[in-house]
């Protein structure tokens, strides 16, 4: 592998740490911002989620490309282009006049986020080769990743209140410009000779996309559509023509993005199903909880933002005893004790929902079960998945966990939006269903699902129709996703457990903490 000299560790170490705080800050800051773009912007419900999911699978079209570019042409170089990628899509974020371009502009954001996350980890790895000196980085780097996930809320709600929704993407152009001036003082270039001799898996990557792609907007737009439409069942088709395809091109690929003879490793299975149960579950739902603490409780911004600490810091403290816990019982038990935890923190945030008469603070406790949940899961799991594969396919196994996160990411969000509009529209079938048709309440539920409560009082004009009604149309709604959320994550703790086997997981004693935080 050749390299340049080494430059400044410290000021390396700070521009991979800003990389990771702003890709983890456009994940978890613009939920609590969705509100505003509902009124803002005029967006409906499918457009909101359309905002988020554009991100998470644009990152999973990048992942498995960048790393073998950044081999190819060098880390460092990269590294630059893609950190001044993601401040250009930002600026166009927070400059986009309406919903498609934002949209469009999540996208392109999505994409430079995910390269410029797999660039920071290569170099990151490269800057410090001393065992020691890469522990700590790694342990850094992990606890500025998760301070990102972990109160993005909370830096969302502080930048609404004291500028406007624009500010939440354009205070990443200059954070985007100070990364570069860390770059190019502190990185060293690296890259790999042998890289030139690997084909880019160009085929594996655009089949993914499509059956990724195919199968969100299918979801997203199903209901619209009609499911026994020509246009669903050809996306339908075309989602499994990319499935399929997909699969055929791995199996037969010399250097594929996934190779699925990993999953014989009962380790790596069993791990990926731990990531695979928390982005069905904790994750999805840090989307849409902003919304419930809105349009279901009434809260500002701000109080929304101060709420979901208790949901989100939890995993902020939790990778220490995680890891404790890996080196002592084994990922056999952690990951799907985790991974109840969070099932459990959901049941009983779905019950603590029923008592909303009471406030607010009755789905607390359950999101801080759930948040510790995440801590317990998130840190065995990333560690498994390249811990338990031979050194020299660990990229790989990196690689793989990453896609597994972010497509389960971007389905369940769409399947967690899909939850939500059935739950509202079965209240307020319930309640208004003799006054309007069939159309117009699942127009008035997704209306909802927005976060437009007053919007909908206002465009119904019924005496008996008060904004508590609604509100409590929304509370149950969500006790569907929440429900749906708690049997996801129990179900995966079992199929995971299950996965593992009797057997000693001796791997996750020789592992060693790579990631304190994030996804």
Same mark, same amino acid.
């Given at each position: 592998?050749?390299?340049? !000299?080494?430059?400044?560790?410290? #000021?390396?170490?700070?521009?991979?740490?800003?990389? $990771?705080?702003?890709?983890?800050?456009?994940?978890?800051?613009?939920?609590?911002?969705?509100?505003?773009?509902?009124?803002?912007?005029?967006?409906?419900?499918?457009?909101?989620?359309?905002?988020?999911?554009?991100? @998470?699978?644009?990152?999973?079209?990048?992942?498995?490309?960048?790393?073998?570019?950044?081999?190819?042409?060098?880390?460092?170089?990269?590294?630059?282009?893609?950190? =001044?990628?993601?401040?250009?899509?930002?600026?166009?974020?927070?400059?986009?006049?309406?919903?498609?371009?934002?949209?469009?502009?999540? +996208?392109?954001?999505?994409?430079?986020?995910?390269?410029? &996350?797999?660039?920071?980890?290569?170099?990151?790895?490269?800057?410090?080769?001393?065992?020691?000196?890469?522990?700590?980085?790694? $342990?850094?780097?992990?606890?500025?990743?998760?301070?990102?996930?972990?109160?993005?809320?909370?830096?969302?709600?502080?930048?609404?209140?004291?500028?406007?929704?624009?500010?939440? +993407?354009?205070?990443?152009?200059?954070?985007?410009?100070?990364?570069?001036?860390?770059?190019?003082?502190?990185?060293?270039?690296?890259?790999?000779?042998?890289?030139?001799?690997?084909?880019?898996? #160009?085929?594996?990557?655009? @089949?993914?996309?499509?059956?990724?792609?195919?199968?969100?907007?299918?979801?997203?737009?199903?209901?619209?559509?009609?499911?026994?439409?020509?246009?669903?069942?050809?996306?339908?088709?075309?989602?499994?023509?990319?499935? !399929?395809?997909?699969?055929?091109?791995?199996?037969?690929?010399?250097?594929?993005?996934?190779?699925?003879?990993? &999953?014989?490793?009962?380790?790596?299975?069993?791990?990926? #199903?731990?990531?695979?149960?928390?982005?069905?579950?904790?994750?999805?739902?840090?989307?849409?909880?902003? =919304?419930?603490?809105?349009? %279901?409780? /009434?809260?500002?911004?701000?109080?929304?933002?101060?709420?979901?600490?208790?949901?989100?810091?939890?995993?902020?403290?939790?990778?220490?005893?995680?890891?404790?816990?890996?080196?002592?019982?084994?990922?056999?038990?952690?990951?799907?004790?985790?991974?109840?935890?969070?099932?459990?923190?959901?049941?009983?945030?779905?019950?603590?929902?029923?008592?909303?008469?009471?406030? %607010?603070? @009755?789905?607390?406790?359950?999101? #801080?079960?759930?948040?510790?949940?995440?801590?317990?899961?998130?840190?065995?799991? @990333?560690?498994?998945?390249? $811990?338990?594969?031979?050194?020299?396919?660990?990229?790989?196994?990196?690689?793989?966990?990453?896609? $597994?996160?972010?497509?389960?990411?971007?389905?369940?969000?769409?399947?967690?939006?899909?939850?939500?509009?059935?739950?509202?529209?079965?209240?307020?079938?319930?309640?208004?269903?003799?006054?309007?048709?069939?159309?117009?309440?699942?127009?008035?539920?997704?209306?909802?699902?927005?976060?437009?409560?007053?919007?909908?009082?206002?465009?119904?004009?019924?005496?008996?129709?008060?904004?508590?009604?609604?509100?409590?149309?929304?509370?149950?709604? &969500?006790?569907?996703?929440?429900?749906? /959320?708690?049997?996801?994550?129990?179900?995966?703790?079992?199929?995971?457990?299950?996965?593992?086997?009797?057997?000693?997981?001796?791997?996750?004693?020789?592992?060693?903490?790579?990631?304190?935080? /994030?996804?």
């Amino acid at each position: 592998m050749s390299s340049s !000299a080494p430059r400044h560790p410290f #000021l390396a170490l700070a521009a991979i740490c800003l990389a $990771a705080l702003m890709f983890g800050l456009e994940i978890s800051s613009v939920p609590i911002i969705l509100p505003v773009l509902e009124a803002r912007l005029h967006a409906d419900f499918q457009d909101l989620q359309w905002i988020m999911n554009a991100y @998470t699978i644009a990152c999973t079209t990048v992942l498995m490309a960048t790393g073998t570019l950044a081999d190819r042409y060098g880390r460092r170089r990269m590294f630059a282009l893609t950190v =001044l990628a993601f401040g250009l899509a930002s600026l166009l974020c927070g400059l986009a006049p309406g919903t498609p371009v934002l949209i469009a502009a999540r +996208f392109l954001q999505g994409m430079a986020g995910g390269a410029m &996350f797999i660039c920071s980890i290569a170099i990151l790895s490269h800057q410090f080769p001393d065992g020691r000196a890469r522990g700590r980085a790694f $342990a850094i780097w992990g606890v500025v990743a998760g301070i990102g996930l972990g109160f993005g809320p909370v830096v969302g709600g502080a930048i609404i209140a004291l500028a406007s929704w624009q500010w939440v +993407f354009l205070v990443h152009a200059p954070l985007a410009l100070l990364g570069l001036a860390l770059i190019m003082a502190g990185v060293a270039e690296s890259r790999d000779p042998m890289a030139r001799q690997q084909k880019l898996d #160009l085929a594996g990557i655009v @089949t993914l996309t499509i059956a990724v792609l195919g199968l969100t907007w299918l979801i997203t737009q199903g209901d619209s559509l009609g499911w026994t439409s020509p246009a669903a069942l050809g996306l339908m088709a075309a989602t499994a023509a990319g499935l !399929a395809a997909f699969v055929a091109v791995e199996r037969f690929h010399p250097h594929p993005m996934f190779d699925f003879s990993v &999953f014989r490793i009962r380790d790596f299975s069993g791990a990926i #199903l731990g990531c695979i149960g928390m982005n069905c579950s904790y994750w999805p739902f840090m989307i849409y909880l902003p =919304l419930y603490f809105s349009a %279901g409780l /009434g809260y500002g911004t701000t109080a929304a933002g101060l709420a979901l600490l208790v949901y989100t810091v939890p995993f902020l403290v939790m990778p220490p005893i995680a890891q404790w816990l890996l080196l002592r019982y084994q990922a056999r038990f952690v990951i799907p004790a985790g991974l109840f935890l969070i099932g459990l923190g959901f049941m009983a945030m779905k019950w603590g929902s029923g008592l909303a008469h009471l406030g %607010g603070w @009755t789905v607390l406790p359950g999101a #801080l079960v759930a948040g510790i949940g995440l801590g317990l899961t998130t840190t065995p799991a @990333t560690n498994m998945t390249t $811990a338990s594969v031979p050194a020299h396919r660990a990229g790989m196994a990196s690689g793989m966990d990453v896609s $597994a996160r972010l497509i389960s990411l971007a389905i369940n969000i769409a399947v967690m939006g899909l939850v939500l509009v059935a739950g509202i529209l079965a209240a307020l079938r319930g309640s208004l269903g003799a006054a309007l048709d069939a159309a117009r309440l699942r127009a008035l539920a997704e209306q909802l699902a927005g976060g437009d409560v007053a919007g909908v009082q206002q465009a119904l004009a019924l005496p008996d129709v008060s904004g508590a009604l609604l509100q409590a149309a929304v509370t149950h709604g &969500f006790g569907w996703v929440m429900l749906y /959320g708690g049997l996801g994550a129990w179900l995966t703790a079992a199929l995971s457990f299950a996965v593992f086997g009797g057997r000693q997981a001796t791997a996750a004693r020789d592992a060693s903490p790579r990631v304190a935080g /994030g996804r």
